[in-house]
């Protein structure tokens, strides 16, 4: 507690990090390239994002195990681990890391003006994405306070409010960072303004202990 008394209560964490030491421009390069192949030839997650995810492309809908058939992302996820780790220990969940794994993992090409709407991921503990490709210009990662249908007559925060007291902030990680939030944090990626595609791959971290 303060010395003024005020308590600050049921925080949101976000975790964001560089995920490699060094290298990551490499590595990067080589994860471009898959996610660039599978939007070419994946089919069935080419029809599935035309319905759901109108100018792009995201392997969610068709291939979402990407780490257990590619060794690049199998590479990712023994990495993500230690980060999902440490921010676990931030949030002292009442569970051991070992039993948090990676249960599904995806690609996304954003070309210009695609947007990923308002979404949650159900039934998972700890969401992220790490981040291949985001020339300037592109969406950040926007989320939202979780309090907000329940503000009702709550006049709006101020402009420059800090982080902690704004409605909706937004997150802009560069290529190489990774970013982990608890599943039921709501957040959207805005309008690509770039020419250039933003490519990510997302992923869920479930308990298997339930």
């Given at each position: 507690?303060?010395?003024?008394?005020?308590?600050?209560?049921f925080p949101?964490?976000v975790?964001?990090a560089?995920?490699?030491?060094s290298g990551?421009?490499?590595?990067?390069?080589d994860l471009r390239?898959?996610?660039?192949?599978?939007?070419e030839?994946d089919e069935?997650?080419i029809?599935?994002?035309r319905?759901?995810?109108?100018g792009?492309?995201?392997s969610?809908g068709?291939?979402d195990?990407?780490?257990?058939?590619?060794?690049?992302?199998?590479?990712l996820?023994?990495?993500?681990d230690?980060?999902?780790?440490k921010?676990v220990k931030?949030?002292?969940?009442?569970?051991?890391p070992r039993?948090?794994?990676?249960?599904?993992c995806w690609?996304?090409v954003?070309?210009?003006?695609?947007?990923?709407?308002?979404?949650?991921?159900?039934?998972?503990v700890?969401s992220?994405?790490?981040?291949?490709?985001t020339?300037?210009g592109?969406g950040s990662l926007?989320?939202?306070?979780p309090?907000?249908?329940?503000f009702m007559g709550s006049?709006?925060a101020?402009?420059?409010a800090?982080?902690?007291?704004?409605?909706?902030y937004?997150l802009?990680?560069k290529?190489g960072?990774?970013?982990?939030?608890?599943?039921?944090m709501r957040?959207?990626?805005?309008?690509n303004?770039?020419?250039?595609?933003?490519?990510?791959?997302s992923?869920n971290?479930?308990?298997?202990?339930r």
């Amino acid at each position: 507690m303060s010395q003024s008394g005020i308590l600050t209560l049921f925080p949101c964490s976000v975790y964001h990090a560089p995920l490699f030491p060094s290298g990551a421009a490499a590595r990067n390069r080589d994860l471009r390239e898959e996610a660039l192949r599978l939007s070419e030839v994946d089919e069935a997650g080419i029809e599935w994002s035309r319905k759901n995810y109108p100018g792009g492309y995201t392997s969610y809908g068709s291939m979402d195990r990407l780490h257990e058939f590619s060794s690049s992302f199998e590479a990712l996820r023994k990495r993500l681990d230690t980060h999902v780790a440490k921010f676990v220990k931030h949030l002292e969940l009442d569970v051991q890391p070992r039993d948090l794994q990676m249960r599904s993992c995806w690609v996304n090409v954003m070309p210009a003006q695609v947007v990923h709407t308002m979404h949650i991921h159900p039934l998972s503990v700890i969401s992220g994405t790490y981040y291949v490709q985001t020339p300037a210009g592109a969406g950040s990662l926007k989320f939202e306070d979780p309090r907000l249908g329940f503000f009702m007559g709550s006049p709006p925060a101020k402009a420059k409010a800090k982080p902690q007291n704004q409605r909706f902030y937004n997150l802009k990680p560069k290529a190489g960072d990774v970013v982990l939030f608890e599943s039921w944090m709501r957040h959207e990626v805005p309008p690509n303004q770039s020419h250039q595609d933003r490519i990510s791959i997302s992923f869920n971290y479930d308990w298997t202990e339930r």
